[in-house]
């Protein structure tokens, strides 16, 4: 079993920056990267950024120019640094770990609020 743990959401205003964080503790060699997702109220779960252990990024289109991705392999840690935060980012944001073959692991999400 793998817990993935989020923090660093929180209520900033359009243009400002913000950096999430996810632990992962438990059995991480199952697991072959980390990402970020979100889901904003009313609106279906979407991908924002992924690494692989060999520091491969992807990132959506709204995420390309302002949010960054990185990994700590040996803190087993994944961040999520966002700059020029819009109003349409507001969502909660959730660490992902995916296993090969098997269903991913989910953290319990960090709420963003971006205000105009």
């Known amino acids: 079993q793998v817990q993935l743990v989020e923090s660093g959401g929180g209520l900033v205003q359009a243009g400002g920056s913000l950096k999430l964080s996810c632990v992962a503790s438990?059995?991480?060699?199952?697991?072959?990267?980390m990402g970020w997702y979100r889901q904003a109220p009313g609106k279906q779960r979407e991908l924002v950024a992924t690494i692989s252990r060999s520091g491969i990024t992807n990132y959506a289109d709204s995420a390309k120019g302002r949010f960054t991705i990185s990994m700590d392999n040996a803190k087993n840690t994944v961040y999520l640094e966002m700059n020029s935060l819009k109003p349409e980012d507001t969502a909660v944001y959730y660490c992902?770990?995916?296993?090969?073959?098997?269903?991913?692991?989910w953290g319990q999400g960090t709420q963003v609020t971006v205000s105009s």
């Open positions: 438990g059995s991480t060699s199952s697991i072959y990267g």
């Open positions: 992902h770990g995916p296993r090969y073959y098997l269903s991913a692991y």
